[in-house]
């Protein structure tokens, strides 16, 4: 005859700690808590350590991922849920209260999660001033304007953010340097600052040359200093220079100058090496009106001195017409109605 489960009533094949396999399944605990391990979180930064450290964006989600990695659920248990809430009872201790339902029953338990605080290598690189590379941010023709600089500290901070997120935790500024004719910047990885150039040259054109230093050793191993020489191209689409003495209008820029002449037809690419003079911009010329013509020249009012003054004679405009002007100085510069 088989054995009768005391419990359920049915009959069974065996009879273990006086009870069936389903009843036993159903009242012995399918659940196990772990102490979890305290978690390490960087004071500088926020990042925690998971085998190597993180940046997290929010330490509960990492506090209920190690709650989770510590409750063992048999794997015959079934329907499992967990539920938890956390409370922080100090800046180094969270509570979680929570329970596991599983078999149809609930499985109550408490944790206390502790933290550890200290600072992850890349911070306490960054505190002592660690860098890889400097980039030094200068331009061909006149020093870097505020905006341009503005435009690449810009970039570090969406670039090098961004790489940090990626994992690159080195991607820090460690200082800036004002220096003369630009700036220097003092980047913790190399790599990062090879990325910032690359990004800065595809947004505002230049050219940039690489070289390297022994800095010491490290590990046994030669450690180079990298030094990036990022030129800008100083220049930007707009501008009127002199080139070879003769007016030019900048039409773009990238490793190189691409000009046309004010007067005259064709276009050429120029190395940004290439002295120039800038005398103004496009978008800052004004309108006069024309006093008379003759056969190579206009005569117009100086804007600002009120002067009359000849200026070479450009397409399609007479005697009573408007005329744009560049003011150079003393000088004004017509300019041809296709720039207007
Ligand atoms: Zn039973
Ligand atoms: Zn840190």
Redesign the pocket.
Known sequence: MRPVCPRCGKETDLLENGMCAECRLRHASPVKVHTPETLRV??????VFEGR?VDVDDIEQVIRRRVLDSIEVAPEAKDVDIEMSLAQMSSNMYRVEGKVVANERNWPFVLHIRLAYE??P??SR?SGGYFEAVVQVRSYARSPTEAELERVRHTVDVLFSRLREKGERLAFLTKEERVRGGIDLYVGSAKAAKKLCTEVLSQMGGTLTTSSTLAGRRDGRDVYRITYALRLPGLSAGDVVSYKGEPHVVVGVRDRVHLEPLYGRGSRHVPLDEPMDVLGKLSNVISTTVLEEDATALLVLHPSTLTPVWVRRVEGVHAGDELGVLVVGSELLAIPKRYL
């Open positions: 960087c004071r500088g930064c926020g990042a450290w600072s992850c890349s911070c960054r």
